[in-house]
């Protein structure tokens, strides 16, 4: 079993900064191949890619979107996983999902590629 608890979200304004957490525990986690990733699903639309990260961190990508402004991060010995967002806009509302997939791939950006999701946090970004 794995375990995913999202933290860090909330209400802020436009141009602010929020940094999100992800921890993760479990019999069955280890960060040892273990891909994870960032998605948000705004309402009435379908979850999306945010950012991913490989298992040693060395490699990242960030949907088009969010390229410049987001940073993901791990540090394994701690179990646990960061979103810093700079520049929030009002897109960026949305109920943002830490993710794991163990694999052979060091990169995965599609929310069906994924096997372990957290329950989510809420981001709302006001004008």
């Known amino acids: 079993q794995v375990q995913l608890v999202e933290s860090g979200g909330g209400l802020v304004q436009t141009g602010d900064s929020l940094k999100l957490s992800c921890a993760a525990s479990?019999?069955?986690?280890?960060?040892?191949?273990?891909?994870m990733g960032w998605f948000r699903q705004a309402p009435g639309k379908e979850r999306e890619f945010v950012a991913a990260i490989s298992w040693t961190g060395a490699e990242t990508s960030y949907a088009d979107s969010v390229k410049g402004r987001f940073t993901i991060s791990r540090v394994n010995a701690k179990n646990t996983l960061y979103l810093q967002m700079n520049t929030l806009n009002s897109e960026d509302t949305a109920v943002y999902y830490c993710a794991a997939k163990r694999g052979q791939r060091s990169l995965y950006s599609e929310p069906n590629d994924m096997v372990y999701w957290g329950k989510g946090t809420q981001v709302t970004v006001s004008s």
């Open positions: 479990g019999r069955d986690f280890s960060h040892f191949l273990m891909a």
